[in-house]
């Protein structure tokens, strides 16, 4: 359905809080990113920040449980693509993650989704839900020449 | 497909040859049996080629580190060979190329833990 601004929402679909979602969400959300014109770059960057944003609602936020959900959707708008994760979890503080690229972090093991999510897209926001939850906000910007 | 590891020996070099993604599951639990598995065999020379992996994400990456603590713990080395162009920008990215010796041909490679 058009908004005045022309938004489409291309995807609105509740997922299982399990690994095999996480393959579905990023396939999916490659596919239209794919369809509405995104080069073969961008659809892989699109792909694993949608990756990396379901997991950390599936294990960090929803804790793989069987009665939470996460929740994407997808939207195309002029210029853009929108993805929004939601999940049913504590909620998290994005500055609170700390940097994993220092030298005290950079041997971790985890803690670098969000890095990467932050590299492969160009706006990234998290707001907690009205009951609860968070959503992650993910906006990957179309260059003119696409 | 999930990733799939040959072990092969060159030398006193363990090489270890996989192909598919690194990921999250069964990916990166798979590689890091391998790994702790070569480790207790005594192995302490691992190169690690890269070649024909198509994807690694944030835990894949978690997953080398793994590894490259844990041999390196144990007194041996862990490099990487025939990163593709996407492994390479996500190991910049996270600055981990400063931490892995990165290899583009095996004979090098393989001489380099000598």
Redesign the interface.
Known sequence: MNSPHDALIRLDEFFASTLASVDLAEAEVIRIAGEIGFGEDDVFQIGMAVREGMVNAVVHGNRYSEEKKVRLTVTSEPGRLVIRIEDEGEGFDLQSIPDPTTDENLLRQSGRGLLLIRSFVDEVRTEPLRKHGTVLELVKRRDPGD | MSVKLTIRQVGDVTVIDAEGRI???EGSSAFRETIRDRVAKGERKILLNLGEVSYI???G???L??A??TVTNHGGALKLLNLTK?VKD?LQ????Y??FEVFDDEATAVRSFS
Request: charged content about 20%; glycine content about 10%.
């Open positions: 990921t999250l599951g994400d944030s835990s990456i978690g997953e580190v793994s490259f603590t996407r996500l990215i996270t600055k981990l400063t931490v």
